[in-house]
């Protein structure tokens, strides 16, 4: 089994930052893509970003459009996401997801584990 736990969300005015972290414990050497998801009251979950191991392939949702980076440690099994010009439509519950394949799934079925999600609310 693989635990997730997330941090770093919060309140940020319009045109701020955020940085997320989420640490992978247990079999954490099964993990090899990791991501983040976001979802928004009344909306689906959606993808935001996802990174394989060794940082050799990245995917970014279409909103992200150069604001967001996401990076890993892999020696901690921890996934970072930089969030910058952050806008009030960004806020969402984020959640941290990781699964053993290689492939960067865009839908919630190709990821097994999951953390319990950080609020990022983005408001003046």
């Known amino acids: 089994q693989v635990q997730l736990v997330e941090s770093g969300g919060g309140l940020v005015q319009p045109g701020g930052s955020l940085r997320l972290s989420c640490a992978a414990s247990?079999?954490?050497?099964?993990?090899?893509?990791m991501g983040w998801f976001r979802q928004a009251p009344g909306k689906e979950r959606e993808i935001v970003s996802a990174?394989?191991?060794?940082?050799?392939?990245?995917y970014y949702g279409d909103f992200v459009k150069g604001r967001f980076t996401i990076s890993r440690d892999d020696s901690k099994n921890t996934v970072f996401l930089q969030m910058n010009s952050l806008k009030p439509e960004d806020t969402a519950v984020y959640y941290c997801a990781a699964g053993s394949s290689g492939y960067l799934y865009r839908s919630r079925a190709g990821y097994a584990y999951w953390g319990q999600g950080t609020q990022v609310t983005v408001s003046s």
């Open positions: 990174i394989t191991r060794s940082a050799g392939n990245t």
């Open positions: 247990g079999s954490a050497f099964s993990i090899n893509a």
